[in-house]
Every structure is written in C-alpha cells, then in structure tokens.
C-alpha cells in the first residue's frame, strides 16, 4: 500500500490550522471567561469572609456590650441592695436610739419628780417640824429664860474671839447710826444696863445702843451695826440640828441618784 505523503501533509496542516483555530477563537475565550468566572468567585467568597468576619465581630462586639452591660446592672444591683441594706440598719440603729433615749429620758423624769416629790415633802416635813418646836419654844419661854438668855448674851460679847471683835470694832468706827440690839421679848432696864455695860467694856469705848423686840427671833438676842452682826439664840440650835437632818437625808438620797450630780438644796439666806 502506497502512502500519499501530501494528502497526510494536507490534513496535518489542515488539522494544525484547526487546533490554532479552536485555541484562538475557542479555548482562550472559555478559558477567559472561566478564569474570569472563577476571579469573581473567589473575590465573593473573600467578601463574604470578610462580611461574616465583620458580622462575627459585631456578634462579638454585641455579646461583649452585653456582659458589660449585664455587669453593671449587677453592680448596680448589688449597690443598691447594699445601700438599702446600710439605709435600713441606719433606720433601726436611729430607732433603737431614739427608743433608748426615750425610755432613759422617761426614766429619768420619773427618777428626778419622785426625787422632787420627796424633797418636797422632807422639806416640808422639817419646815413643819421646826415651825412646832420653834413656838413651842416662845410658848414655854418664861421672864426666867430671858434673864439667862442675856447673861448667855452678854458673856459671848465678852469672850469673842480677837477677828469678830476686831471686825465689829471697824463697823463701830465707820456707822453713822447706832447700834441695834434685838430680842425676843422686851428686856428690862437692868438686862439692857447689863448688856449696854458689856457692850462698852468689850470695845472700851461708850457706844450708843438701841434696843428693839423682834418676836420672829426664838428667844435669842442679835447686835447688829454697819453690816456686822453678833447674835445668840436658840434658834441656832434648831438651824444646826435642822443642818444636821438635811446631811443625813442627802446622804440617803446618794444611792438613789445613781452616781448622777443631784441638784443643790436652796439653803436658808443669811443676813450679814
């Protein structure tokens, strides 16, 4: 069998010019539009990475807000609870204070009116006490109780001690009025005599002497001049002793204040 070598170059050629064809006219398009293709897919996919990666960040970003947010709406929370908390035992400490407070200050009030109640009936009861013995005292005096009550008088004048003598020695000097001699009951001219001689021996000197009855001293005698004054009576046995019950009665009342300061009692005022 004989070989037509230009017929089987022919169709080479031929064959050559067909693959040159397709490949410009055919396969560089397709490839082309497959490359393009495949560009644009892979530029979507790259988008929609980067969107889901930025709707991840979001998610992530949204979750973060909410636990911030539910942080401090528990801070909060747990803030107020606590402040009520401190709020509620402020309340009740205040209360309890003020309960203790009340209930001391009652306390307290009956404390000191029972105190004063009693005060006032021991005061009372003294200024009673004292009132009798006191006009017991005038009602049992007699001319004989006077006659001892001067001579009482006068020997005080003469045995007082050096300061009263000097004092009154001063007062004597300096008044302009005379010197006034109280009693009990209307002194006889010999009483007077006798005192107005003691008077003038104890300061050696003839003094001007005025006598008075003043029946609210209880059989007693009193010299009064320029502010000084020397008096003897036995009411000041009755102010002793009367004294004498009040320091008693005060130290009874010690264990019933408590240790608490008690208020003084108003002492009798004192002519001077």
Do not use: C
Not at 84 to 98: G, P
Not at 149 to 176: C, H, P, Q, W, Y
Not at 184 to 202: K, M, S, V
């Amino acid at each position: 069998m004989l070989i037509d070598w230009f017929t089987v170059g022919a169709q080479a050629l031929n064959f050559l010019i067909l693959v040159w064809l397709m490949k410009r006219f055919l396969y560089k398009p397709i490839l082309h539009a497959i490359d393009e293709r495949e560009k644009r897919i892979v530029a979507e996919l790259a988008n929609a990475d980067a969107k889901k990666a930025e709707a991840q960040k979001e998610s992530n970003e949204f979750q973060h807000k909410n636990e911030e947010f539910d942080q401090q709406r528990a801070a909060l929370l747990s803030k107020a609870t606590d402040e009520a908390k401190a709020e509620r035992q402020r309340l009740l400490d205040e209360a309890r204070k003020a309960a203790v407070a009340l209930s001391f200050k009652r306390q307290e009030t009956l404390r000191n009116d029972a105190h004063n109640l009693n005060q006032a009936i021991r005061r009372k009861t003294q200024q009673e006490v004292f009132a009798i013995a006191r006009k017991a005292l005038m009602d049992l005096a007699a001319t004989s109780l006077e006659e001892r009550m001067s001579e009482v008088f006068t020997r005080r004048l003469r045995e007082m001690d050096d300061t009263i003598k000097e004092g009154l020695a001063d007062a004597l000097k300096t008044a302009s009025d005379p010197v006034l001699v109280r009693s009990a009951f209307d002194l006889p001219a010999e009483q007077r005599t006798a005192i107005q001689n003691a008077i003038n021996e104890t300061f050696s000197a003839e003094i001007h002497v005025r006598f008075e009855t003043a029946p609210d001293l209880i059989s007693g005698i009193e010299l009064t001049t320029n502010g000084q004054k020397v008096a003897w009576s036995i009411a000041d046995y009755l102010t002793s002793m009367e004294k004498g019950v009040d320091e008693i009665l005060k130290e009874k009342d010690k264990p019933i204040a408590k240790d608490e300061p008690k208020p003084e009692e108003p002492k009798p005022e004192t002519k001077s």
